[in-house]
Nanobody, 131 residues
């Protein structure tokens, strides 16, 4: 059974940093596409970054590129999202998710930033950024 546990959220001031962690239980990350997402109150869940299983490619959404960095530690079976220079508009619940890398996309136009393409989700960790 694939289980993900996210942690690391908290209340910070604008300009500060946080590192979110997501531990995978039951499997190793081999063969999984890994994504980080967030959902602000009243808004849709949006993809922030992913690591593709087939070739290890890392992609970060342009709007957070340079401030958010995804990384993995295979020894710890953990994926991280480093959040830097946080802004009040980054306030949201942050989620990690994985999907088996050989799962076909549901839609022709899908990408690994699309939350509907992921099968397994962590419980979310709340990040609040004060101005």
């Amino acid at each position: 059974d694939v289980q993900l546990q996210a942690s690391g959220g908290g209340l910070v001031q604008a300009g500060e940093s946080l590192r979110l962690s997501c531990a995978l239980f039951g499997y190793t990350f081999d063969g999984f596409d890994i994504g980080w997402f967030r959902q602000a109150p009243g808004k849709e869940r949006e993809g922030l970054a992913y690591k593709r299983s087939s070739d290890g490619k890392i992609y970060t959404r342009q709007s957070v590129k340079g401030r958010f960095t995804i990384s993995t530690d295979n020894a710890e079976n953990t994926v991280y999202l480093q959040l830097s220079n946080l802004k009040p508009e980054d306030t949201a619940a942050y989620y990690c998710a994985v999907r088996f890398g050989d799962t076909p996309f549901k839609y022709y136009s899908s990408s690994l930033l699309d939350p509907e393409e992921y099968e397994y989700w962590g419980q979310g960790t709340l990040v609040t950024v004060s101005s």
